[in-house]
């Protein structure tokens, strides 16, 4: 099996989030963010879709790539995205989510294919509508949340002040791996962003 589909059709890159100015700089909207920042690079905005979704028909390193945002809360996220997927004829082998994960020191970015939900509901809802775990996911680190904490409440947290200074360079270090999933494949991009603190 290759790491790189070989047909040529679209790729779909989902950011996760919840909608709303009251949750945008939330550490649980990072996937939202990535997705914005890849729309700002190819010039392009996000605009309301009948998939109840935003969407952006862009190019992403030369190859054309459709952009989303579910307009659902995050634990809703699947619906949106099998409607975004089935309106373009997207191979779910092509669909790369970007989501915040917990287990992952913040600044760091990871990459696989399938595997579980680690309790991240928006995971389990694409996971539900698309019928199937394997499928693409960039998992941007925000770390663990401090003392007893609940990680429900960390996550709807803003990222601190400290974060936010270093935040720029994770967005653009995710980014840059979606991009390189596009090109090179998964196993070239994890060798170059996993050795990355």
């Known amino acids: 099996m290759t790491n790189v589909p070989t047909d040529d059709g679209p790729w779909l890159v989902v950011g996760l989030g919840n909608p709303g100015p ?35 028909e862009v190019r992403l390193a030369g190859t054309r790539a459709i952009l989303a945002r579910p307009l659902s809360f995050m634990n ?23 989501h915040d994960e917990l287990d992952i020191p913040f600044g760091s970015v990871r990459l696989k294919r399938g595997g579980g939900d680690n ?13 199937t775990r394997d499928y693409l ?24 002040a400290a974060e936010r200074r270093e935040l720029p ?3 653009e270090h995710s980014a840059d791996s979606v991009e390189m999933l596009i090109t090179d494949g998964l196993e070239p991009t994890q060798n170059r962003y996993h050795a990355l603190l």
């Open 22 to 56: 009251g949750y945008a700089g939330n550490r649980h909207n990072a996937g939202f963010m990535v997705v914005d920042l890849l729309a700002e690079r190819a010039g392009s905005r996000l605009k309301s879709h009948r998939s109840r979704a935003d969407v952006a």
């Open 76 to 98: 809703l996220s699947g619906g949106p995205v099998s409607a975004v997927r089935t309106f373009y004829k997207i191979d779910p082998a092509r669909v790369i989510v970007v």
């Open 119 to 131: 309790g991240h509901n928006g995971l389990r809802s694409i996971s539900s509508a698309l019928g």
């Open 137 to 160: 996911r960039v998992r941007v680190g925000i770390g663990r949340p401090p003392g007893r904490m609940d990680p429900a409440d960390y996550v709807l947290r803003d990222f601190a």
């Open 169 to 171: 360079l994770l967005l």
